[in-house]
């Protein structure tokens, strides 16, 4: 499936905003080619990114009160689990969802998108917490991430991929063309000391469940990761769009300037996060990060022997991560930053 990216802007996710509806204005204002819907981390500790995702999932206590879950795994599961399994067999999408409860900017988004003309809509950007992030993030009642647990490691990867699936079908009546991101913040830590006995193989073979899994609806699967990693990791797992820090790692794709280019001549688009998601917002201006964006792609054309206009071509804009944790006039400036970005960038190179 061709993308067409053409610097058009979108969102990573997260915003600051209590009201949904208020975040869906902010959205549909600055991504009217690609809106997505916002996650409200302050409005419940069910928006948290891992809690978010935890529905279905067997033997999941959340401690609303402390912000935080973890499985308990000191009884027998067995039941549980195979109730699991049963659905996971019978492809029971609604089994998955994620309900208004946990995400109120889901159903917000679908409702005001339902309401307006969508003729100037491009893609629908949804997204859901990476397996990686969520098992070692998520521990079990002796505080061991449930990564090393080869039975809940199993469950997580299978429903993550689920409600990515149930996303894309969700939304699949407003548009047809969807995008959904796996957002893997882990993933800057990968190949530490922390994590010696994550293994490559098998971070590539769970992120290539989750970008089957959203193939099968017909999605376009990105991945987002705000920080420096190992960037073939997502190439191997076949994923469509890479998401990555331009402004504070954008040397950290020039060391795989040669794989970036197969990966763009083969259709792989680069989400370039080149505004700042901090302060730092107000310390540039949307020339000064025009200027930033085109001598990185310049440099990136150099290094990989890459043809300019296709990484041009092939690119999308963002913030550098999340605002969800910015105060709220920060996360607005960023969000319109971008949208002015994009604007700018599609008069010069358009």
């Known amino acids: 499936m061709d993308f067409n990216a053409s610097l058009a802007a979108t969102a990573v996710g997260s915003f600051p905003h209590r009201d949904p509806d208020a975040a869906c204005d902010l959205v549909l204002e600055n991504f009217p080619e690609i809106p997505v819907w916002p996650q409200l981390p302050l409005t419940s500790p069910n928006e948290q990114m891992e809690i978010q995702f935890s529905e279905g999932i067997p ?18 599961p067995s039941a549980a689990l195979e109730k699991f399994y049963e659905q996971v067999l019978a492809d029971n999408l609604d089994y998955f969802a994620v309900s208004e409860d946990f995400s109120r900017g889901i159903y917000a988004l679908e409702r005001r998108l339902a309401r307006i003309d969508r003729s100037g809509l491009k893609y629908i950007k949804m997204q859901v917490i990476g397996p990686v992030s969520f098992g070692l993030t998520i521990v079990d009642e002796n505080k061991r991430a449930i990564y090393y647990n080869e039975l809940f490691r199993d469950v997580a990867v299978k429903a993550l991929a689920l409600k990515a ?147 041009l071509s092939n690119a999308l804009i963002t913030a550098s991560c999340g605002t969800g944790s910015r105060p709220l006039e920060q996360a607005e400036r960023i969000t319109r930053e971008t949208r002015r970005v994009s604007d700018k960038l599609k008069e010069k190179h358009g």
């Open 59 to 76: 033997c999941t206590v959340i401690e609303r009160d402390k912000g935080r879950m973890f499985i308990d795994t000191s009884g027998d």
């Open 165 to 311: 699936r149930w996303q894309l079908r969700k939304f699949k009546p407003l548009c047809e063309k969807r995008i959904c991101f796996i957002d893997e913040p882990i993933l800057s830590a990968f190949g530490s000391s922390t994590y010696v006995s994550v293994h490559r193989g098998d971070v590539v073979r769970y992120l290539q469940e989750l970008v089957a899994a959203i193939h099968q609806e017909g999605g376009w699967a990105g991945i987002h990761c705000c920080g420096n990693t190992e960037w073939t990791i997502p190439i191997d797992a076949g994923v469509d769009i890479i998401n990555f820090d331009a402004h504070g790692y954008g040397d950290s794709i020039l060391l795989y300037a040669e794989q970036i280019g197969r990966f763009l001549k083969g259709g792989g688009v680069l989400a370039w996060g080149i505004v700042p998601t901090s302060e730092k917002v107000f310390e540039e201006t949307t020339e000064s990060l025009v200027a930033r964006f085109d001598a990185l792609v310049n440099d990136l054309a150099a290094r990989g022997k890459i043809d300019r206009e296709l990484i």
